[in-house]
């Protein structure tokens, strides 16, 4: 079974840093996370940032400038660098991957293939 698992979140300062990570519990070549999401308390889960496997990057116009996403192929792991962080950023982030392509998540009018998700990694900032 593909399990996602996020780590990196915490308590931070408005105007700090964290770097978030997501790794799969398993050697599974085909399955590369490439999408982070974030989902505040009463709120939908919404797109945060993704790429693709041509190192196309999307970002969410609230974290542009902000955030950065990247991945090592080779490992597997995809990292989301967040600076700047602001207290609306404060939510659960997960990160998701496309399997077999069976479902999808629409976020924003942007729709990606999502199969697995991580547990997820609580990211707060006070102000």
């Known amino acids: 079974q593909v399990q996602l698992k996020e780590s990196g979140g915490g308590l931070v300062q408005a105007g700090g840093s964290l770097r978030l990570s997501c790794s799969a519990s398993?050697?599974?070549?085909?399955?590369?996370?490439q999408a982070w999401y974030r989902q505040a308390p009463g709120q939908e889960r919404t797109l945060v940032a993704a790429?693709?496997?041509?190192?196309?990057?999307y970002y969410n116009d609230t974290v542009k400038g902000r955030f950065t996403i990247s991945r090592d192929n080779a490992e597997n792991l995809l990292y989301l660098q967040m600076n700047n962080l602001k207290p609306e950023d404060t939510a659960t982030y997960y990160c998701?991957?496309?399997?077999?392509?069976?479902?999808?998540?629409?976020?924003?009018?942007?729709?990606?293939?999502?199969?697995?998700w991580g547990q997820g990694t609580q990211v707060t900032v006070s102000s």
């Open positions: 790429i693709n496997s041509g190192d196309i990057t």
């Open positions: 398993l050697s599974i070549f085909t399955i590369k996370p």
């Open positions: 998701a991957a496309p399997g077999q392509g069976l479902s999808e998540y629409c976020s924003g009018g942007v729709c990606l293939p999502v199969d697995y």
